[in-house]
């Protein structure tokens, strides 16, 4: 159906910057109408919050912790969506997950499907 693959984390020292990717994977014939799509982390000790979201009219959100610092983007050709990560501090230090939500279709077959990334692991530190 549909599959998220996350990369591009790693380690790296405060005010340092990273770049996360989530690649979406779909069945031949089949189409995934995407609703929303985020970017989400849980950091050690911490519920796992939202970080950034964007619909699919562009329309973007941030969480107040990364606004000015994180940004969404898309490549449609791709069919890979970004976090750029720029002034990171030992905060951000957590495991991100990618989101996409839509309405998937294959044949006369169609739901509504909520699809999540394996995680990639994020480390501040000096």
């Known amino acids: 159906q549909v599959q998220l693959v996350e990369s591009g984390g790693g380690l790296v020292q405060p005010g340092g910057s990273l770049r996360l990717s989530c690649a979406a994977s779909?069945?031949?014939?089949?189409?995934?109408?995407?609703?929303?799509m985020g970017w989400y982390r849980q950091a050690p000790g911490k519920q796992r919050e939202l970080v950034a979201a964007?619909?699919?009219?562009?329309?973007?959100d941030y969480a107040d912790s990364v606004k000015g610092r994180f940004t969404m983007s898309r490549d449609n050709a791709k069919n890979t969506g970004y976090l750029q990560m720029n002034s990171l501090k030992p905060e951000d230090t957590a495991v991100y997950y990618c989101?996409?939500?839509?309405?998937?279709?294959?044949?006369?077959?169609?739901?509504?499907?909520?699809?999540w990334g394996q995680g990639t692991l994020v480390t501040v530190s000096s």
């Open positions: 779909i069945s031949i014939g089949s189409i995934f109408n995407i609703n929303a």
């Open positions: 989101n996409a939500e839509g309405m998937y279709y294959s044949g006369n077959y169609y739901k509504d499907l909520e699809v």
């Open positions: 964007i619909t699919s009219g562009g329309s973007t």
